[in-house]
């Protein structure tokens, strides 16, 4: 049986890449450097799910009601790094990247020759989830670092029979649980490899993958005994919000086929350029490589069994499959392309895609900081997005008029979900605990009546999804809080605006129980 490594050195027009580590430093550098810089310079604040997971993190909770914490950990420990600017979170979102490019490009040598492999990585340039709106820290965002090492080891557990592999993998299947409960969808591909294949089988019947679980699920068992004391919390988001909400679709048997539909439709439109990249690999001639059945099966499970099942569960619950699910779904794409073509490539044919692939990055790095810059002068809107929000201003107010009647940190502050997500991550008391939406239900980590005893600030906005409902919380359950003003804001913007509107936040005390003024 041929392998790659030799057809293509016996190739006259192969040429072997020198140096694969500096190439590979390049495009790694490539998207520390832009997508720190560029995000940092052209953003006020930082995405509203990283700001909320940074809410969440400083608790350093084992679980909250949406997503399990290892996301909001990392997040949250990078935020505190820096108490004036956000550079080490966009720095974190690129060393998310940087670690998958590494993993993808381990995998994709075991495939192909020198210049194959780094393609492999440099062609994610045309997948938008690695070349845009990539400043983001989430739990989605997490998974590619996660997912990609948990692919890579089990390969190596399974093809080197290691048992120090298996632990390994034990360990990157423990933390992508701790990522996010998507984690099934590869989990679900990974069991498949391992039974219809001899190389799996083999590996089922040693010691191996039975320690690797048992090591899973240790670094998972204080979060699934968290889910079990909060009565499956985050998993109940899920149902209310996707699987048995009426805020999407029509509630006819049409959904079953409609959101899968759409959902293939937006992943199309988020690898459509990858495509347009690897046109010359497309006209180039074909090596005769063979693949052993193992590689060929593991590397398909990798690259289309998360998306087949996600389809799997719209088609069969009819429940909207959200575009952003995909997010860590095709860091394989590239590498089963490859395989898939066989292309004979050069030295002029890989400098080519090389040099497209970066244009490619620096165009969409360039207009998304674009966008965040220039958004205020054609969307008249722009100040209702986080970007351009006076997140510090308000914050800071809410400290002020605390500070106005305490001498001691505020203890809690309280409002709509998202609003408070926001400002508390820009908190100088790191220790101030967030009451999203003056609901319990959303603040898993605290309990009202420790509200009610130790007191805080309640920001209040109108015109906001659930403003009505938290602002009848706050009638209902707060009549003694005091009203301390309605405060105007401007946003804030890179550029020159004129004209700015006024953003109203009323902010509310209530006393506290064991502090005297």
Not at 28 to 56: K, V
Not at 287 to 301: D, G, R, T
Request: aromatic share 16%; glycine share 6%.
């Amino acid at each position: 049986m041929q392998n790659e490594a030799i057809t293509a050195e016996s190739s006259p027009t192969s040429v072997e890449i020198k140096h694969p580590y500096r190439w590979l430093s390049l495009i790694c550098l490539f998207q520390l450097l832009f997508w720190t810089m560029g995000p940092w310079l052209a953003r006020n604040t930082l995405h509203s799910d990283t700001l909320e997971g940074i809410a969440w993190g400083n608790l350093w909770q084992w679980g909250y009601d949406k997503h399990p914490p290892l996301a909001a950990w990392i997040a949250a420990f990078f935020s505190n790094l820096s108490d004036t600017s956000d550079w080490p979170v966009y720095l974190l979102a690129q060393i998310c990247v940087v670690i998958a490019f590494i993993a993808i490009w381990k995998l994709a040598r075991e495939y192909l020759t020198g210049a194959g492999a780094l393609l492999a990585v440099f062609l994610l340039q045309g997948i938008l989830f690695y070349s845009n709106r990539v400043e983001r820290v989430t739990p989605d965002t997490l998974q590619h670092p996660v997912w990609a090492l948990l692919a890579l080891t089990f390969y190596f557990a399974v093809t080197r029979q290691s048992i120090s592999y298996w632990l390994i993998t034990g360990v990157m299947a423990g933390l992508a649980i701790l990522t996010k409960y998507q984690a099934i969808v590869l989990f679900a591909p990974l069991l498949i490899v391992l039974l219809i294949t001899s190389e799996g089988r083999k590996a089922l019947s040693s010691v191996g993958p039975w320690l690797g679980g048992i090591v899973a699920l240790t670094i998972a068992a204080p979060h699934l005994y968290w889910l079990w004391e909060n009565n499956f919390a985050a998993v109940s988001y899920l149902e209310d919000n996707y699987v048995e909400s009426a805020r999407y679709g029509t509630g006819t048997d049409w959904d079953h086929l409609t959101f899968p539909f759409s959902f293939i439709k937006n992943s199309l439109g988020n690898i459509f350029v990858l495509f347009l990249l690897m046109i010359p690999l497309f006209r180039a001639p074909k090596l005769p490589i063979v693949y052993p059945s193992f590689k060929k099966v593991f590397l398909i499970a990798i690259a289309t069994g998360p998306f087949a099942f996600t389809l799997v569960f719209g088609l069969v619950t009819g429940e909207k499959l959200v575009p952003r699910w995909a997010t860590p779904y095709f860091a394989w794409l590239p590498l089963l392309i490859l395989v898939w073509l066989r292309p004979l490539i050069d030295y002029q044919r890989f400098k080519k895609i090389v040099l497209w692939c970066l244009l490619t990055g620096l165009i969409f790095v360039s207009l998304r900081c674009s966008y965040l810059l220039f958004k205020p002068l054609f969307d008249d809107d722009y100040w209702d997005s986080v970007e351009f929000m006076p997140l510090r201003a308000q914050m800071l107010k809410a400290e002020e008029l605390w500070s106005h009647h305490y001498n001691q940190p505020m203890h809690y502050l309280g409002g709509l979900h998202y609003h408070v997500a926001e400002l508390i991550a820009y908190s100088h008391n790191r220790k101030t605990t967030p009451f999203f939406g003056l609901n319990p239900a959303e603040s898993l980590w605290m309990k009202e009546e420790d509200f009610r005893k130790k007191g805080g600030i309640i920001v209040m906005v109108d015109g906001k999804r659930n403003s009505e409902q938290v602002r009848q919380r706050l009638e209902k359950n707060y009549p003694q809080a005091e009203f301390l003003g309605r405060f105007e804001f401007e946003p804030v913007t890179k550029i020159k605006i004129n004209d700015k509107p006024k953003l109203v936040v009323e902010y509310y005390l209530i006393r506290p129980q064991s502090i005297q003024k």
